[in-house]
């Protein structure tokens, strides 16, 4: 095999996937054909293999191959990401479109008042002396003020606007916080599927170890893809062995608005009084995706640190942003925007269960989860997930599926991005889609 160990920045494993899925999008490996074994590829490359086997398992996530059960992995006939076309024995083959997106993170045209937004935008745009200098590399100090009183009413969050360094992203703070982290240099990630999080912690030099870590990344309004909760009891039981074995705590605590079905639970960093836990939150699902603004709150403990090295890192986030979301917390329209979402989500998500009920009927378990914007439905079938999600997208409908701990097949579904009017074609073609 003739693959090239230049050292271009990425993580190994991203080099093994870049170099499959080049020779996939060319046409050398071709629809069905056979791939390595997860052990074979690892001695012909001379790397671990865990290294292959999340190379292999990011190439599933995102269409490249499939896996037959005791086969191996196998060249998918869909290219996924990129919008392609290929020509096979002189046909000129072109990726389906995806009509019905339920593995999208956008957001429904009426869960945001765009014309609200703009007015708040103008206003800060009318700020001439403002913005004609570059922003506050922490961010601005009167949006971080704003922050931190919101997010102390309404997550108990122990910090004041010296605590919060802003982003465009949330990948745009972890890396600032890995660079103010010295020695702990063992990660464990609760949920291994947030790729763009352990990229960057990799290229730090970091070490994934789910057994001996010292550093532990985890989502309590979201532990699982089904948007589980820890409840206070599992929080408390984390802050104290964190304690007990000198850990860190990074605390994303997206979605813990939509959290409605277990209440609202008080935040890590609130319960551990603002010691040794990192928080981190972001508006992008509160607002709109394409508003990139994220924030982490730093313990006392590491601001030393941060005020040396903060002028190393231009603010990546919209200054114009910012001065505009600071007045519209002031105002309390990021209230009001909450509930209109979970309204919103808490009704599409009911209308969509009731789609699949139809469709599938007693051949599948459709359950509204705990984040309310996804609905999971659970069959029994042979059928592989990688195999489903492939099968879907040639009908037509993008969505997520996995294995479940008793070995049922979980299709994943957000009902954010698709129009509540298409839920019922959409099951239809999700049902066609699990049929062997």
């Not at 309404?154 to 916080?177: E, F, T």
Request: with cysteine.
């Amino acid at each position: 095999m003739s693959f090239q160990f230049l050292d271009n920045g990425q993580p190994l494993y991203m080099r093994v996937y870049n170099y499959y899925k080049d020779m996939i999008s060319k046409g050398t490996l071709t629809s069905g054909q056979k791939l390595p074994s997860i052990r074979r590829c690892s001695e012909e490359l001379n790397i671990s293999c865990t290294t292959v086997e999340n190379a292999y398992m990011s190439l599933m996530a995102d269409g490249y191959i499939f896996s037959k059960k005791n086969s191996g992995y196998y060249v998918s006939d869909l290219l996924l990401p990129e919008k392609f076309t290929k020509t096979v024995q002189g046909a000129k083959t072109e990726a389906p479109v995806i009509r019905y997106n339920f593995s999208s993170a956008g957001a429904d045209r009426e869960s945001f008042n765009f014309d609200l937004w703009r007015r708040y935008i103008k206003s800060a745009l009318r700020q001439d002396e403002r913005l004609l200098s570059y922003g506050e590399p922490q961010g601005e100090y009167e949006f971080r003020e704003a922050l931190a009183g919101y997010i102390s009413a309404k997550r108990s969050v122990v910090c004041s606007a010296r605590n919060i360094v802003v982003g465009a992203g949330v990948q745009s703070v972890l890396h600032i916080l890995c660079a103010l982290i010295d020695e702990k240099k063992n990660i464990r990630f609760s949920d291994p599927d947030f790729r763009q999080g352990i990229a960057v912690f990799r290229d730090h030099g970091f070490r994934i170890d789910n057994e001996n870590y010292d550093i532990i990344y985890v989502n309590p309004s979201n532990i699982n893809r089904f948007g589980g909760t820890m409840n206070v009891g599992e929080r408390f039981s984390m802050i104290k062995e964190a304690f007990d074995h000198n850990r860190l705590i990074i605390e994303d605590d997206y979605g813990s608005e939509f959290s409605y079905l277990s209440g609202r639970t008080p935040s890590l960093q609130s319960l551990a009084s603002g010691k040794n836990v990192v928080y981190i939150g972001t508006f992008s699902g509160l607002l709109l995706p394409s508003i990139r603004m994220s924030y982490m709150v730093l313990p006392d403990e590491f601001m030393d640190k941060y005020t040396s090295i903060s002028f190393d890192y231009n603010q990546t986030a919209s200054k114009t942003e910012q001065i505009a979301l600071c007045q519209f917390i002031r105002d309390g329209h990021l209230d009001s925007q909450i509930r209109k979402q979970r309204k919103l989500y808490t009704a599409k998500s009911r209308l969509l269960a009731e789609a699949l009920k139809k469709s599938f009927g007693n051949a599948a378990g459709i359950v509204i989860t705990d984040s309310v914007i996804t609905v999971k439905a659970e069959l029994e079938t042979e059928l592989q997930p990688q195999e489903l999600i492939r099968r879907a997208r040639l009908n037509g409908v993008a969505l997520n599926a996995m294995k479940g701990a008793d070995g049922k097949t979980n299709i994943i579904l957000s009902c954010a991005a698709v129009s509540a009017e298409d839920f019922s074609k959409a099951a239809e073609l999700i049902k066609k889609s699990s049929e062997i």
